[in-house]
Protein backbone atom coordinates (compact mmCIF):
# COMPACT_ATOMS: atom_id res chain seq x y z
CA UNK A 1 0.00 0.00 0.00
CA UNK A 2 1.50 3.49 -1.04
CA UNK A 3 2.05 5.63 2.20
CA UNK A 4 -0.67 8.86 2.71
CA UNK A 5 0.77 12.11 1.14
CA UNK A 6 1.84 14.28 3.85
CA UNK A 7 -0.65 17.51 3.57
CA UNK A 8 1.45 20.63 3.68
CA UNK A 9 0.48 24.13 4.19
CA UNK A 10 2.32 26.71 2.37
CA UNK A 11 2.70 30.51 3.60
CA UNK A 12 3.58 33.05 0.94
CA UNK A 13 3.47 36.83 0.46
CA UNK A 14 4.17 37.51 -2.96
CA UNK A 15 4.69 36.48 -6.23
CA UNK A 16 4.77 32.85 -5.46
CA UNK A 17 7.51 31.19 -7.51
CA UNK A 18 8.53 28.66 -5.35
CA UNK A 19 5.14 27.76 -4.54
CA UNK A 20 4.75 27.55 -7.68
CA UNK A 21 7.51 24.76 -7.71
CA UNK A 22 5.53 22.83 -4.94
CA UNK A 23 2.43 22.82 -7.02
CA UNK A 24 4.15 21.42 -10.18
CA UNK A 25 5.47 18.93 -8.28
CA UNK A 26 2.67 17.91 -5.79
CA UNK A 27 0.60 17.42 -9.39
CA UNK A 28 2.49 13.97 -9.57
CA UNK A 29 0.56 11.65 -7.63
CA UNK A 30 3.84 10.00 -6.38
CA UNK A 31 4.94 12.57 -5.04
CA UNK A 32 4.97 12.32 -1.05
CA UNK A 33 3.44 15.29 -0.29
CA UNK A 34 0.24 17.18 -1.13
CA UNK A 35 -0.40 21.00 -0.96
CA UNK A 36 -3.66 20.93 1.02
CA UNK A 37 -3.42 25.00 1.65
CA UNK A 38 -1.92 28.08 0.80
CA UNK A 39 -2.26 31.02 3.47
CA UNK A 40 -1.13 34.45 2.90
CA UNK A 41 -0.85 37.51 4.66
CA UNK A 42 -1.48 40.04 1.92
CA UNK A 43 -4.79 39.43 -0.10
CA UNK A 44 -3.12 40.63 -3.06
CA UNK A 45 -0.10 38.22 -3.34
CA UNK A 46 0.07 36.54 -6.68
CA UNK A 47 0.62 33.14 -5.16
CA UNK A 48 -3.15 32.95 -4.31
CA UNK A 49 -4.21 32.87 -8.03
CA UNK A 50 -1.17 30.18 -8.62
CA UNK A 51 -3.06 28.29 -5.84
CA UNK A 52 -6.77 28.86 -7.10
CA UNK A 53 -5.41 27.83 -10.66
CA UNK A 54 -4.08 24.49 -8.71
CA UNK A 55 -7.50 24.06 -7.49
CA UNK A 56 -6.28 24.10 -3.89
CA UNK A 57 -7.94 26.34 -1.13
CA UNK A 58 -6.67 29.57 -0.28
CA UNK A 59 -7.02 31.92 2.99
CA UNK A 60 -5.88 35.32 3.76
CA UNK A 61 -4.23 35.91 7.31
CA UNK A 62 -3.86 40.03 7.37
CA UNK A 63 -0.96 40.58 9.79
CA UNK A 64 -2.52 44.17 10.05
CA UNK A 65 -6.02 42.47 11.68
CA UNK A 66 -3.92 41.21 14.06
CA UNK A 67 -3.02 42.93 18.04
CA UNK A 68 0.30 41.23 17.79
CA UNK A 69 2.68 38.83 16.90
CA UNK A 70 0.94 35.90 19.28
CA UNK A 71 -2.65 36.34 17.62
CA UNK A 72 -1.61 36.50 14.22
CA UNK A 73 0.61 33.19 15.26
CA UNK A 74 -2.72 31.73 16.66
CA UNK A 75 -4.79 32.51 13.92
CA UNK A 76 -2.48 30.83 10.74
CA UNK A 77 -1.72 27.83 13.42
CA UNK A 78 -5.96 27.41 13.16
CA UNK A 79 -5.80 28.16 9.52
CA UNK A 80 -3.13 25.40 8.72
CA UNK A 81 -4.52 22.80 11.68
CA UNK A 82 -8.28 23.26 10.00
CA UNK A 83 -6.96 21.91 6.85
CA UNK A 84 -5.37 18.97 8.53
CA UNK A 85 -2.11 20.53 7.45
CA UNK A 86 0.89 18.11 8.59
CA UNK A 87 4.06 20.22 7.40
CA UNK A 88 5.02 23.99 6.75
CA UNK A 89 6.45 25.37 3.99
CA UNK A 90 7.22 29.57 3.95
CA UNK A 91 8.28 30.62 0.17
CA UNK A 92 8.71 33.81 0.31
CA UNK A 93 6.44 34.74 3.31
CA UNK A 94 7.61 37.81 5.25
CA UNK A 95 6.85 37.86 8.76
CA UNK A 96 8.81 36.39 11.51
CA UNK A 97 7.21 33.80 13.88
CA UNK A 98 7.15 34.04 17.77
CA UNK A 99 9.37 30.94 19.05
CA UNK A 100 5.74 29.46 20.44
CA UNK A 101 4.76 28.62 16.90
CA UNK A 102 7.86 27.31 15.65
CA UNK A 103 7.85 25.00 18.64
CA UNK A 104 4.19 23.55 18.22
CA UNK A 105 6.07 22.66 14.96
CA UNK A 106 9.05 20.58 15.60
CA UNK A 107 10.70 19.84 12.43
CA UNK A 108 7.80 20.83 10.40
CA UNK A 109 8.70 23.94 9.07
CA UNK A 110 10.96 24.28 5.99
CA UNK A 111 12.13 27.63 4.46
CA UNK A 112 13.46 28.83 1.48
CA UNK A 113 16.15 31.23 1.41
CA UNK A 114 18.30 32.59 -1.51
CA UNK A 115 22.05 32.40 0.44
CA UNK A 116 23.98 29.85 1.01
CA UNK A 117 23.45 29.35 4.61
CA UNK A 118 25.15 30.68 7.17
CA UNK A 119 26.18 33.62 4.96
CA UNK A 120 23.65 36.19 4.47
CA UNK A 121 21.16 36.05 6.67
CA UNK A 122 18.44 38.19 6.71
CA UNK A 123 17.08 40.23 3.64
CA UNK A 124 18.88 41.59 0.51
CA UNK A 125 21.33 38.84 0.23
CA UNK A 126 21.71 38.34 -3.23
CA UNK A 127 22.53 42.89 -3.64
CA UNK A 128 24.70 41.78 -0.22
CA UNK A 129 26.79 38.93 -1.74
CA UNK A 130 27.70 41.10 -4.76
CA UNK A 131 28.92 43.73 -2.77
CA UNK A 132 30.64 41.35 -0.35
CA UNK A 133 32.96 40.19 -3.51
CA UNK A 134 31.51 36.39 -3.24
CA UNK A 135 32.08 34.13 -6.46
CA UNK A 136 29.68 31.54 -5.32
CA UNK A 137 26.43 32.16 -4.33
CA UNK A 138 23.51 29.77 -3.67
CA UNK A 139 20.01 29.00 -1.93
CA UNK A 140 19.65 26.50 1.37
CA UNK A 141 16.54 24.88 2.36
CA UNK A 142 16.29 24.77 6.03
CA UNK A 143 14.12 23.55 8.83
CA UNK A 144 12.80 26.36 10.70
CA UNK A 145 13.81 26.97 14.71
CA UNK A 146 13.27 29.91 16.69
CA UNK A 147 16.55 31.50 15.26
CA UNK A 148 15.99 33.16 12.14
CA UNK A 149 17.43 31.06 8.73
CA UNK A 150 19.26 29.16 11.02
CA UNK A 151 17.97 26.13 11.32
CA UNK A 152 19.50 22.40 10.23
CA UNK A 153 20.36 22.73 6.63
CA UNK A 154 18.81 20.32 4.66
CA UNK A 155 19.88 21.33 0.75
CA UNK A 156 21.70 23.69 -0.83
CA UNK A 157 22.56 24.22 -4.29
CA UNK A 158 25.32 26.97 -5.47
CA UNK A 159 25.69 29.35 -8.45
CA UNK A 160 28.63 31.30 -9.19
CA UNK A 161 28.11 35.20 -9.16
CA UNK A 162 29.86 36.65 -12.18
CA UNK A 163 31.78 40.11 -13.25
CA UNK A 164 28.84 41.88 -14.55
CA UNK A 165 26.15 40.26 -12.23
CA UNK A 166 23.46 42.88 -10.99
CA UNK A 167 21.09 42.08 -8.59
CA UNK A 168 18.21 40.96 -10.84
CA UNK A 169 20.29 38.30 -12.54
CA UNK A 170 22.03 36.73 -9.91
CA UNK A 171 18.89 36.73 -7.84
CA UNK A 172 17.17 35.16 -11.63
CA UNK A 173 20.11 32.47 -11.53
CA UNK A 174 19.68 30.90 -7.82
CA UNK A 175 15.45 31.40 -8.04
CA UNK A 176 16.21 28.79 -11.01
CA UNK A 177 17.91 26.80 -8.49
CA UNK A 178 15.16 27.43 -5.50
CA UNK A 179 12.85 26.02 -8.02
CA UNK A 180 14.33 22.43 -8.18
CA UNK A 181 15.84 22.20 -4.51
CA UNK A 182 12.23 22.91 -2.68
CA UNK A 183 9.90 20.39 -4.07
CA UNK A 184 13.14 17.75 -3.91
CA UNK A 185 14.29 18.98 -0.12
CA UNK A 186 9.93 18.45 0.56
CA UNK A 187 10.14 15.43 -0.99
CA UNK A 188 12.74 14.37 1.34
CA UNK A 189 10.45 15.60 4.90
CA UNK A 190 7.43 14.12 3.27
CA UNK A 191 8.84 10.84 3.25
CA UNK A 192 10.49 10.77 6.16
CA UNK A 193 13.70 10.44 5.35
CA UNK A 194 15.62 13.53 7.22
CA UNK A 195 16.84 12.85 10.64
CA UNK A 196 17.38 15.77 12.82
CA UNK A 197 20.50 16.09 15.07
CA UNK A 198 21.40 18.86 16.96
CA UNK A 199 21.63 21.37 13.96
CA UNK A 200 22.65 18.95 11.50
CA UNK A 201 20.39 17.60 9.14
CA UNK A 202 20.78 14.18 7.14
CA UNK A 203 19.25 12.65 4.51
CA UNK A 204 18.76 8.54 4.97
CA UNK A 205 22.10 8.97 6.89
CA UNK A 206 24.08 10.70 4.28
CA UNK A 207 25.02 14.31 5.41
CA UNK A 208 22.73 16.81 4.09
CA UNK A 209 25.44 19.54 3.82
CA UNK A 210 27.31 16.52 1.22
CA UNK A 211 24.30 17.26 -1.24
CA UNK A 212 25.38 19.78 -4.14
CA UNK A 213 22.03 19.84 -6.02
CA UNK A 214 23.25 21.30 -9.22
CA UNK A 215 22.39 19.95 -11.43
CA UNK A 216 20.39 18.00 -9.50
CA UNK A 217 20.86 14.12 -9.75
CA UNK A 218 18.42 12.07 -11.74
CA UNK A 219 15.62 10.85 -10.24
CA UNK A 220 15.33 13.39 -7.26
C1 LIG B 1 12.70 33.64 -2.89
O1 LIG B 1 13.92 34.18 -3.36
C2 LIG B 1 12.92 32.92 -1.58
O2 LIG B 1 14.16 32.30 -1.49
C3 LIG B 1 12.83 34.03 -0.58
O3 LIG B 1 11.82 34.89 -1.06
C4 LIG B 1 11.73 34.74 -2.48
C5 LIG B 1 10.31 34.37 -2.77
O4 LIG B 1 10.05 34.34 -4.16
N1 LIG B 1 12.57 33.51 0.74
P1 LIG B 1 8.70 33.68 -4.68
O5 LIG B 1 7.55 34.44 -4.04
O6 LIG B 1 8.70 32.24 -4.31
O7 LIG B 1 8.72 33.87 -6.18
Request: proline share 5%; net charge negative; hydrophobic share 50%.
Amino acid sequence: MTAARKRVGVLISGRGSNLQSLLDAAADPAYPAEIALVVSNKADAYGLERARQAGVATAVVDHKAYAGRDAFDAAIDAALRAAGCELICLAGFMRIFTPDFVNRWPNRILNIHPSLLPAFTGLHVQHRAIEAGATIAGCTVHIVTPDLDAGPILAQAAVPVLADDTEDSLSARILEQEHRLYPAALAWLAAGRVRVAGNRASVDGAMASGVLLSPLPEGL
